[in-house]
């Protein structure tokens, strides 16, 4: 009531607890301006019932985080991953080219399968890689720089340079990750643009920012997270206000780079809206009209490549045409465009009866004894980072 259009959905069964789903207003409507890549993610709860916290995060313009949705489940299984998906889905719909990303837990592939068909499903390629070390630890040297160098690679010919790489390390490891398919880890296999999100970073990062509120009680811990995005729309609102130019910085900063590697390039014209552009040797071919140049670049970053901005610049055209509506500053804007509004003092409030009637109960299971976990358990390929003061420079334990 306090912020209208936002949907809250509880199930519950035999009056006890199953799950909760929240989406503020401000954030359905900010959905549509940001990159159609959501990544979700799930991390456990503090309290003495236990509990995950499921998030979907994606994007802004300037790639800072956006939270779409929350929801609060038993755990992570078939039932509560499908349950978490038709609630976007019924909350956000499917967008056009729409991407989802997750780590590679089976639940969440099933969930998607059933839910979102039509929609890429995209694997963390840092969980992936974690994966592939643990699997196959007798593989000699270093192989992260060729598995990400594949993941990233723009052409079939820097990807097959990688996997050639991997294959000297272990031939295996093709095997493996042909069997888990390329379209869901690489760029050049992708059904849909993953705009450079290869991880599932941006929902980790959101996880560490609300480790405070998952020490909370439910219904405070929703408030908690209310009042976080409430936080962050309202400096991002700020910032993309007092922004001074028509592109993101982010943006700016690779449209700048290009163009200073476009300065030794020779262009010709070949054909109607097809022009050859050339460095020593090597032709490109680039078409302004189709957004598009052979080195992939320019369709895949959805900014105009070194080869694209020498056509630009040779025929003084304005580079800012051919960049994606998801990297300008009025789209920047139009992501916070709608207000999080704080909520008021109970004593104030109205609520509706059938609201007031609703029973619910503790979720049927037994409470674990001693202290709830308050740490994830690491990974056997993880390693516990350590801190160290500027000041008196000593390293945390």
Known sequence: ??????????????????????????SIKGWGFCKPVMVVDGTFLKVAYGGTLLTAATQDAANKIFPPAFCVVDSENDDSWEWFFKKIRETFGMREGMCIISDKHKSIENAIEKIYPEANHGICTYHLFNNVKERYKRAKGEIREHFFGAAKAYTLEQFNKHMEELDKYDPKIREYLTDIGFKKWTTLHSSSNRYSTMTSNIAESLNATNIAGRELLIATMLEFLRSLVQKWSHENRNCARLLKTDMTRVAEEILNENYIRSLHLTVTPAADNLYTVTKTKTPFSVDLEKGTCCCRRFQTDKIPCAHAIAVIRKYNKDPLLYCSKYYMKETYINTYGSTVYPMTNKSTWNTPQEVNDVIVLPPESR???GRPKKKRILAGNEKRLKNKCAVCKKISC
Do not use: C, D, H
């Not at 209208?4 to 503020?24: D, H």
């Open 367 to 369: 409470t674990k004894s």
């Open 1 to 26: 009531m306090t912020n209208p259009g936002s949907v809250a959905e509880l199930e519950t069964i035999e009056k006890r607890f199953m799950y909760v789903f929240i989406s503020l207003n401000a």
